[in-house]
């Protein structure tokens, strides 16, 4: 089924691979070989039915009784996720979030490395962050399009999100990982996730007694 017509699926079983991924590289760090949908559930405290029926829309993955081979599902989901490849990522916003991310080793060890940093301060535009050198915003667009750079992340203050964010569209960016806490508008075609740390622990504040 992966090859053809691409499947339409939801944003909840593309939300979920990740993380089947990441617990498959887990299990392959310990030389763990096959998985059941059982197993795999109870780790992740995900229906193991779910599991099963989330990697059924893309193909027969698994064998009645054996369960699931561990490196072929691995690659299986990083050619679904498109992860078999380099995806270089635009990061724009220098300041405290966006300096810490570009040092984050795990995404720099990644498939989606920050491959260019940008800011709109002076005094920011060439530091070297990174292994990278900060850029600045007069040839954004040019800059991302000569990179091949389709997913961008925001680490801008919130009144200036959308502003960077409809720059990062008109240079062909179609996924945008924003860190500001403002939504941002976006053509249909471009796809925005959202990190907000205060939402999430304001979020857990309603269960404090
Ligand atoms: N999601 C989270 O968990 C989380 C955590 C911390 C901060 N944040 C948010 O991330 C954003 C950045 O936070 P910070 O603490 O790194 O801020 P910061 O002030 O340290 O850095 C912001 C940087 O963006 C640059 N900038 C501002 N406008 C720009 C523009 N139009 N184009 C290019 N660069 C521009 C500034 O020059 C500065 O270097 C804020 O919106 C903040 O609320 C989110």
Not at 28 to 33: G, I, K, L, P
Not at 83 to 91: C, Q, T
Not at 133 to 144: I, L
Not at 153 to 166: D, F, L, R
């Amino acid at each position: 089924m992966l090859q053809g017509k691409t499947p339409v699926v939801s944003q909840a079983v593309v939300r979920r691979l990740p993380i089947y991924l990441r617990y498959l590289q887990q299990l392959q760090a310990r030389e763990v070989d096959t998985v059941s949908s059982q197993e795999m559930g109870r780790d992740l405290d995900i229906n193991p039915a779910q599991i099963r029926k989330d990697l059924a829309y893309f193909g027969e993955f698994g064998r009645k009784g054996i369960g699931y081979h561990v490196p072929y599902l691995i690659e299986k989901i990083r050619q679904i996720l498109k992860l078999d490849r380099n995806l270089p990522v635009a990061l724009v916003g220098a300041g405290h979030l966006g300096i810490a991310l570009s040092n984050y080793s795990r995404l720099r060890r990644s498939e989606l490395a920050i491959a260019a940093i940008f800011d709109k301060d002076p005094r920011k535009i060439g530091l070297a962050v990174a292994g990278l050198t900060v850029q600045g915003m007069d040839d954004f667009e040019t800059r991302v399009r000569e990179q091949g750079i389709r997913i961008g992340i925001v680490a801008v203050p919130a009144p200036e999100a959308q502003a960077v964010a409809n720059r990062m569209v008109e240079a062909g960016i179609v996924g945008i990982l924003n860190f500001a806490p403002a939504t941002l508008r976006t053509p249909p075609t471009v796809h925005v996730r959202y990190s907000d740390v205060t939402s999430e622990l304001q979020a857990l504040a309603y269960y404090v007694r």
